[in-house]
């Protein structure tokens, strides 16, 4: 857990922050300019907002995002942009489902390999897929597909059922 200290007394109104502490290592404390940098390693943003005196850390390449199906229907639940600059990605989605009348649920792991040319988006052979699924829900599926310049996480549901979805998908690309 993170924890902030704060100077007491010193007969200011507002209590300044002395030390920061993360969630590992010791408390870092203020540059001579009374300033505490935040940095960030490969793959993870940090986005201050002075306004609402808060510091987001995102992961680089991360969607997340829900869906449901009725029925035997698609549900495109991701799209990934490859861009406008030829780049070959590695994208993998964890996905799962649930339905509550049986009840039952699935879930999916997804890998596969993309590229694009700057304006097409391409499979690079086949995706890996990994099911875990409850009997009445073995009709559903998961899949990578390219459509013109992305890549799309594409679900099926299984007629008769609602399945509520939530999946999350992280790339890297060169």
Do not use: H
Request: charged content about 10%; overall charge negative; glycine content about 12%.
């Amino acid at each position: 857990m993170s924890q902030i200290s704060i100077l007491q007394g010193g007969g200011s109104p507002v209590p300044d922050a002395e030390t920061l502490t993360g969630d590992i290592g010791g408390a870092v404390g203020c540059d001579p300019a009374f300033n505490i940098n935040l940095l960030t390693g490969d793959g993870l943003t940090s986005t201050g907002n002075p306004l609402t005196s808060t510091i987001t850390f995102t992961l680089d390449g991360l969607t997340q995002a829900t869906a449901t199906t009725i029925g035997a229907v698609t549900a495109d639940i991701i799209t990934i942009n490859l861009g406008a600059v030829p780049t070959t990605y590695i994208i993998e989605a964890k996905i799962a489902g649930f339905e509550a009348t049986t009840p039952a649920g699935i879930g999916y792991n997804l890998i596969c390999v993309a590229r694009t040319t700057g304006a097409a988006a391409s499979l690079v052979n086949t995706q890996d897929k990994y099911v875990s699924e409850s009997v009445a829900l073995v009709a559903c599926d998961a899949n990578f597909t390219a459509v013109g310049n992305t890549i799309v996480v594409r679900l099926l549901g299984t007629a008769g059922l609602t399945v509520r979805w939530k999946a999350s998908t992280i790339n890297m690309g060169v």
